[in-house]
């Protein structure tokens, strides 16, 4: 089973005009992405120039096949810099497993303002032999892709995917 991975950081400020300059360099956070039987890939970062960054989230980890337990969901983005305002991202829900029970959980993905994240899957079957279901995608902006299930003896089966972040500028002429 595979954990959630975490949403993004959400950070705000307002700029004059002088401390913009003539221009800025937008950089969108690049997608986390899913990974098959390891712990997911981590949301980039997004910024604008040097003024305001907002940090991606983190991948949500996996428990062995044949493990009994859990493991937490991807925290969320924080830490950026610059701004008035920032707000850590949530994070990713926990996996649970038992094999010899027969049930397995995976963990959804974080969402974000912009985005829902990846939906985890409940698998309580007689036996999870020859369960493998790959995890949700997140959907719009900033938020973390949901776990994937496999039974024992599976191929590593791939989470959700999380997706691109998110910059809005909004230019006051006055």
């Known amino acids: ?14 700029f004059n005009a ?3 300059g003539a221009s800025q360099t937008v950089t969108i956070g690049a997608a986390g992405t899913a990974n098959g039987g390891a712990t997911g890939g981590n949301g980039g970062n997004s910024s604008v120039g040097a003024l305001i960054s907002a940090n991606g989230g983190t991948g949500g980890s996996t428990i062995g096949a044949t493990n009994f337990g859990s493991v937490a969901g991807g925290p969320g983005g924080s830490g950026g810099s610059g701004g008035t305002f920032a707000s850590p991202g949530v994070p990713g829900t926990n996996a649970y497993g038992n094999p010899g029970a ?16 990846g939906q985890g899957i409940d698998q309580a079957a007689v036996s999870l032999i020859g369960i493998n279901l790959a995890g949700n995608n997140a959907l719009g902006f900033g938020s973390g892709g949901g776990g994937g299930i496999n039974g024992p003896s599976q191929l ?7 997706t691109a972040g998110y910059v809005l500028i909004t230019e006051y002429i006055g």
Do not use: D
Request: net charge neutral.
């Open 1 to 14: 089973s595979g954990a959630g991975g975490g949403a993004g950081e959400i950070a705000r400020a307002t």
């Open 18 to 20: 002088a401390t913009i």
């Open 102 to 117: 027969s049930f397995a959980y995976s963990g959804a993905g974080g969402s974000s303002p912009y985005g829902s994240g």
């Open 156 to 162: 590593a089966t791939f989470g959700g995917a999380g």
